[in-house]
């Protein structure tokens, strides 16, 4: 790092604002097809009705509340990496964190609709806000999912103020040098930032206290989460140790995320010298930690199971890992994978051994290599949640309240629509605003200095 | 009306260079601005560790945003009461959820309303030149350092004795 200079970063950082290769536009044009299916879909529920989904009695959760609990951890990545990783001084943060703070956003952009889908009457979702109305009502304050409203919305908005306070420095370089209309655009959106010292005290000043308000905050939203399946009673949600496995498991997925989205974008735009091999080890360290931390959670899940003695656990969890036992046989096909058997094989497959071969400096420095583990904790992330969300509520206490669940062509449709949803945010993102940070890049450089030496002659930090 | 701005300003390529100007007009008792490209600590230090409001906006915010917390939480459950087997009516432990989130949110808003905010009024404050001049000159987001100097006529042959002993690029003049 210390050959490039800061004329470097910003010419190679804003030549990716250039025009894009026409790849780009078949990308976006993939990502919006997406996305066109998802509304098609979503249009088709508003319609006809949540009878068009899979939802129905006993299993009023299915594929939404799973995308919801995925893609708020997903999200989970970028704030760890822009405000916890900060707060740490972690060296290799700066060239990652813009990329995660914007998945971040649109991760909880994305997350934020499912709620709203899930209620079916769109249209009548500001009822989970408290606002004064004619009969004087006022929300449950005591629920979960209230609770729910207040963490993922306090969530979002500190997610972007973030987001855009990191960038406002940013758009002014890219002021500077853009001419015609978009110099006119970026003029507005850098709201008078001109690099006066001024300005950087308050800057690093507020961004220290956002990063520390953002830290206990990341950590709760995900908890808050969890607390909507464990403060019920039903087997396998009813649990203590949701919060920190949620919370683990939202920085594992969204890790992977980060990783599923930086390896492409380091080798379309030459980043080489910026997201270098100790970046990508390092966030790879972090996914192997809390790989370790999720697959203890599943195995003490397991083990509580038995060693509480409580049969509805113990029958709920030989249900996830064996299916259908003999004696019950009239509630399902004895010997054939169930759904959840099958969530559940993948989830620990992708969960916890694939990253194994982490353990290796060969395959942590193997960029491809990070990449397709980082698929597979992706797509092992998505069945971890379907598995919680679903199975739990197929086999609850009473056998005369047990049934199954299976996606329809619709819930798939949404699914499919929130990656295209997220997926052509992020590419535009990338494509009209930088996708490093370019000051906290420079931060990072040493400076110009005319006498090596002079640095200790005004301290450091 | 709109103050006008009266000095010089000059841009370096170096930073230990633009740190012992700055230090040189501060104990000098100049009024100056400082521009770079990004945070730097010598130029802070150079410049006397000067203290932002910051910290004050956040902590009144962030407190009442733990205030509205628990206040419309706790008004809200007496106003229309929901009772739930023998649950407290105001249950403290499940409003600290909506208390600290409050606090966050209120906190961290303001805090960045207080950073564009503070900016602005500095920006007013401590004038900047007006001129195309300084205004096209765009490197002080890319690669240079700029000292700014609001000072009378009579005091630019100093300043710009002391800006051109440290390798000054430029200087410009604007009375």
């Given amino acids: 790092m210390t050959t490039i200079t800061y004329a470097d ?8 604002l250039e025009r894009p290769k026409p790849a780009y536009f078949l990308l976006v044009a993939g990502f919006a097809t997406a996305l066109l299916i998802g509304a098609l879909s979503v249009a088709i529920q508003v319609d006809v009705g949540m009878g ?14 799973t995308n919801f609990v995925f893609w708020i951890g ?12 900060f707060l740490t001084r972690a060296p290799w943060r700066p060239s990652v964190y813009r990329a995660a703070e914007g998945m971040t956003v649109f991760a909880v952009m994305t997350a934020g609709l499912f709620p709203l889908i899930h209620v079916g009457r769109i249209w009548y979702a500001f009822w989970l806000i408290p606002y004064p109305n004619q009969r004087m009502l006022w929300v449950n304050f005591k629920s979960p999912l209230l609770w729910d409203v207040f963490a993922v919305s306090t969530y979002l908005t500190i997610s972007i103020t973030f987001f855009v306070i990191g960038l406002i420095p940013d758009l002014a370089a890219l002021r500077d040098r853009a001419t015609g209309i978009r110099k006119l655009i970026y003029t507005q959106l850098a709201v008078g930032w001109n690099n006066s010292y001024q300005q950087w005290i308050h800057y690093t000043r ?51 995320m980060v990783l599923t989205i930086v390896i492409p974008m380091r080798a379309v735009f030459g980043w080489e010298k910026y997201i270098t091999e100790h970046v990508m080890q390092s966030m790879a360290k972090v996914i192997l930690f809390t790989s370790i931390i999720v697959g203890y959670a599943y195995a003490s899940e397991f083990f509580i199971a038995w060693y509480s003695g409580n049969v509805f656990e113990r029958g709920l969890f030989y249900f996830r890992l064996f299916g259908e036992p003999a004696s019950h046989a009239p509630f399902g096909d004895v010997g054939d994978m169930t759904f959840p058997q099958i969530a559940f094989f993948i989830m620990v497959f992708c969960n916890v051994i694939a990253p194994i071969p982490l353990w290796r400096y060969k395959i942590r420095t193997n ?12 797509i092992g992330m998505w069945f971890e949640r379907f598995n919680i969300v679903v199975s739990s509520l197929q086999r609850d206490f009473n056998p005369a309240n047990w049934g199954t669940y299976y996606p329809t062509i619709v819930e798939s449709g949404i699914t499919l629509g929130s990656f ?42 | 009306m709109k103050k006008t701005f009266k000095g010089m300003w000059g841009s370096f390529e170096m930073i230990d260079e633009t ?6 007009l501060r104990k000098d008792g100049k009024d100056y601005s400082v521009l770079s490209p990004c945070p730097r600590h010598e130029l802070t230090h150079a410049m006397g560790d000067p203290a932002s409001p910051i910290p004050f906006i956040t902590l009144i915010f962030g407190g009442l945003g733990i205030f509205f917390g628990y206040a419309l939480t706790s008004w809200t459950s007496m106003d229309w009461v929901l009772p739930v087997s023998a649950k407290p009516i105001v249950s403290i432990p499940a409003f600290t959820i909506f208390g600290f989130e409050l606090m966050v949110l209120l906190g961290g808003v303001s805090t960045a309303v207080g950073i564009i905010l503070l900016g602005l009024i500095d920006l007013y404050r401590k004038r900047l030149p007006r001129s195309v001049q300084f205004k096209s000159y765009s490197r002080f987001s890319n ?29 410009v003049r604007e009375f």
């Avoid at chain 1, 990338?430 to 110009?448: F, Q």
């Avoid at chain 2, 740190?19 to 040189?24: L, M, P, R």
Wanted: with cysteine; net charge negative.
């Fill in chain 1, 52 to 65: 068009v989904s899979g939802i129905s009695h006993p299993i009023g959760w299915g594929v939404y509340i």
């Fill in chain 1, 420 to 461: 295209g949803f997220f997926f052509t945010l992020f590419a535009l993102f990338a494509r009209a605003m930088p996708s490093l940070a370019i000051a906290e890049v420079k931060e990072g450089l040493a400076p110009p200095r005319r006498n090596p030496e002079s640095d200790d002659a005004h301290g450091h930090d």
């Fill in chain 2, 143 to 171: 690669d240079r350092f700029g000292v700014v100097v609001r000072c009378e006529e009579s005091e630019a042959d100093g300043v710009e004795k002391l800006m051109r002993s440290y390798n000054v690029e430029e200087v």
């Fill in chain 1, 367 to 378: 960029v491809w290599a990070l990449f397709f583990i980082a698929i597979l904790i992706n």
């Fill in chain 1, 206 to 256: 507020g961004y220290l206290l956002l990063a520390a308000l953002a830290t206990p905050l990341v950590f709760s939203v995900h908890s808050i989460v969890s607390w909507d399946f464990a403060m019920s009673l039903i087997p396998g949600w009813h649990t203590t140790i949701f919060a920190p496995y949620f919370v683990a498991g939202a920085i594992f997925s969204g890790l992977a």
């Fill in chain 2, 19 to 24: 740190a012992s100007v700055i230090e040189a």
């Fill in chain 1, 74 to 85: 997903i999200g989970h990545a970028g704030t760890l990496i822009s405000a916890v990783f």
């Fill in chain 1, 9 to 16: 970063v910003n010419e190679d950082i804003l030549r990716t």
